[in-house]
Structures are given as structure tokens and as C-alpha cells.
């Protein structure tokens, strides 16, 4: 093989490689996975806050926060990969015996959330907490089917 083809095959294993190869081991996905989760979470509750009345609502900072959520809210899924059910976590065996219906619920989430990020853009605080409620429902159904209290 030549140079070339030697880096052609390279690049075509990296592309071809499964998701498990995005991370160089299975306490990797785990910290990553609850790493997105936290700070999804802290976006998350500075919207709560303000439809909760807790705090003055700002469009401005509801739609930067909720933007982050939206973001956040997609990348969690990928890391729940096969063989991170032991170690630091409390993911229960559902999420991959169940697979398709935690595809669900993750797939419900990344609805909420992008509709959470449409709600704060309007600059209407009742729009704000309709999906905020939406949103919280779709974090709340899924850690009560597939997370260890
Ligand atoms: C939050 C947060 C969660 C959800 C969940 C909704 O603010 O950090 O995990 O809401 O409590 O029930």
C-alpha cells in the first residue's frame, strides 16, 4: 500500500467506526452523558425559575438558556452505549433492554426542547411556561422509566 491508500483506509475505518468508538471507554460515555445532563439541567432551571416566578423574566436570558437546551438536549443520547449499564451511573437495564421505547422518550425530549427554544423566541412569558411544563414532563417521564432514584 502507498501513502495514499494507507490514509484513504484510515479515513474510512474512522467513518465507519461505531458509536462506541466516539468514546475511548465506557466511564467516558457515562461522564459525558451526565455531564450534558447537568448542564442541561442548569440551563433548564434558570427557565424554571422565571416561569416560576422566582425570578423577573427576561426574554433575552430565557432564549439563551433555551437554546443551550435545545443543544444539550440531543447529545446525552448517543453515550448510552452498550456496556455503560455498571460504573458511577443510575441508568437502569431498561434503557437497552427497552431500547425503543428510551428511543422515544429521548426523541420526546428533543421535541420539547426544540419547542421550548421556539417558545422563548416569541418573548411571551405564558408561551415560555406552557412549554417549560411540556419540556420538565419529558425529563420527569424519562428518569421515572429509566433512572435509579
Ligand atoms: C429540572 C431538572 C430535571 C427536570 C426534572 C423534571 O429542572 O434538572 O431533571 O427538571 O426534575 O421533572
Redesign the pocket.
Known sequence: MNFKSILMTMALAWVAAPAMAQFAKPEDAIKYRKSSLFVM?QH??RI?AMAQGRVPYDAKVAADNAAVVEVMSKLHWAAFIEGTDKGETRAKPEIWKDAAKFKEAADKLQAEASKLNAAAKTGNLDNLKTAFAAT?GA??AC?DNFRKD
Request: aromatic share 12%; charged share 10%.
Open positions: 439541567g433548564f432551571g424554571g420538565g425529563c420527569k428518569h
